[in-house]
């Protein structure tokens, strides 16, 4: 794929989305997406990457069939900003570190965060500001103390303070260490506060600043972003707000490494603004990115989850 559309991209980002891919991040997932979806374009029809049309910003694709035309960015869609409002998986390195430091087995413990709801979204009762000392402190350190000088006697221990609210609990011959969390804090009630609406909030203001008059459209790829498994009433609330944002295109992979049998695929689905609905072109949009484009695609081999993982595996 690379090779294939190198004609099609100036040197500087040839070597910028080689470099992307190689540095083995979550970043290299997004880049992943956009390669595929450029290579898939370009095989049906004329298009040019990052075109100046004479505006202040630059739209990744211009796409031209002699009855369809248009520009768009591609954006990967992730959960980084819940993330980093909870750090669940440094947590549970904190958390594992300490056991493991201690000389104890880390499949005897299991933990549960609580969580409180602010606003539209769930936060997870976690230290802010990395200050995990307050979390793992004394108490935390008695604990760990009991489990070693008591080895067959299951103990708890609850940490609640303002800002968190964790449980954990030792347990002689549990099987497995388990953690778990009450809310979703990957998912926001509010159709406008979330990933995928800033993203194609964002997008529009770039587009916008491009200078091109006709077709503008945004091609949002799954990144690691739970609610776009259900992302139909955000971009339609998102196409409501705008009349210069034609078409959202949204692609997902479908299916789990878990059970190949049933299939992992990429599966597309396009949706038009109002002016746009029930038009020749609206058809050609989603005939394009619904039926060639996924058509067009690399097979899938893994699902999104399981290749972040991969990615952020520090071997």
């Known amino acids: ?30 880049t992943e997406w956009e390669v595929a979806l450029f290579h898939a374009l370009a095989q049906l029809g004329k ?26 960015d591609i954006a990967a869609v992730n959960d980084s900003s819940y993330e980093r409002e909870n750090p669940l998986r440094e947590f549970g390195k904190q958390f594992y570190r300490r056991v493991l430091r201690a000389g104890l ?4 413990f299991r933990y549960h965060v609580a969580s409180e709801r602010i606003g539209p ?7 802010r500001g990395g200050n ?6 004394q ?10 000088l008591l080895p067959s006697e299951p103990l708890g221990l609850r ?10 609990w030792y347990t002689p011959g549990q099987q497995h ?3 778990g969390h009450s809310g979703d804090y990957l998912v926001s009630t509010s159709l406008t506060n979330n990933p995928i609406y800033n993203t194609l909030k964002r997008k529009k203001d770039q587009l916008k600043s491009c200078g091109f008059q006709g077709v503008m459209g945004v091609i949002l790829c799954d990144g690691g972003c739970r609610q776009l498994q259900h992302s139909e009433r955000i971009v339609q609330r998102f196409l409501r707000s705008t009349t210069s944002i034609a078409f959202v295109s949204v692609y997902r992979v479908e299916g789990h490494r878990a059970w190949r049998s049933d299939g992992i695929s990429v599966t597309g689905r396009c949706y038009l603004n109002t002016g746009l609905d029930g038009t020749s072109v609206g058809n050609s949009l989603r005939g394009l990115f619904e039926v060639k484009v996924p058509a067009a695609l690399p097979e899938a081999t893994d699902d999104v989850t399981n290749a972040l993982n991969h990615l952020r595996w520090k071997n």
């Open 1 to 30: 794929m690379l090779l294939a559309t190198d004609a099609l991209i100036p040197e500087v980002q040839r070597k910028r989305r080689c470099n992307l891919l190689n540095s083995a991040t979550d970043q290299s997932l997004d």
């Open 121 to 127: 979204k769930t936060r997870l009762m976690l230290p």
């Open 159 to 168: 940490r609640q303070e303002q800002d968190f609210d964790v449980t954990f």
């Open 47 to 72: 298009i040019s990457h990052e075109p100046d049309f004479g505006g202040t910003t630059f739209p990744d694709v211009y796409f031209q069939l002699p009855a369809l035309e248009f520009v768009a």
């Open 177 to 179: 260490g388990t953690g």
């Open 105 to 108: 087995p880390t499949n005897l």
């Open 139 to 148: 108490n935390f350190r008695n604990l760990l103390r009991a489990a070693t």
């Open 132 to 137: 995990w000392d307050a979390l793992f402190d």
